[in-house]
């Protein structure tokens, strides 16, 4: 499902985009194979790590870029407003998808995003 602001209209791109937990982690897995899909390069080579670097802003880094938030070690995440995210880590060769739902966009977390990423990345090791 993707909302849009009218009908046959415009696309509502702050919010909106509703998928399963399943969905989520394969769409994670295309953008860790670089915009790979059934063998074929659908998205620019390139394009992907590309998006998750920091972008100079008003003369200083960002971490941000292309709809894609920087995380140390050359990973980077897409977050969603209420717990929602997928945070890729070519590095390592992970995805890792988390399906929340906070009961605020901000600091209702019960548990960090980052020290559960953390977790995941030292158990695979």
């Not at 880590?89 to 209702?108: D, F, L, M, Y």
């Amino acid at each position: 499902m993707w909302w849009t602001e009218s009908p046959g209209g415009v696309e509502f791109g702050g919010s909106g985009f509703a998928a399963t937990l399943r969905d989520y982690g394969r769409f994670g897995q295309f953008v860790l194979e670089n915009g790979m899909a059934a063998g074929r390069q659908v998205v620019p080579p390139g394009w992907f790590p590309n998006a998750g670097e920091p972008k100079p802003v008003g003369g200083q880094l960002v971490p941000y870029g292309y709809m894609w938030w920087s995380e140390p070690n050359r990973a980077f995440r897409a977050f969603g407003i209420f717990g929602q995210s997928i945070y890729v880590n070519p590095r390592e060769h992970v995805v890792i998808v988390v399906w929340g739902a906070q009961q605020k966009p901000t600091g209702s977390a019960v548990v960090s995003d980052d020290a559960f990423f953390a977790g995941v990345l030292q158990a695979l090791h």
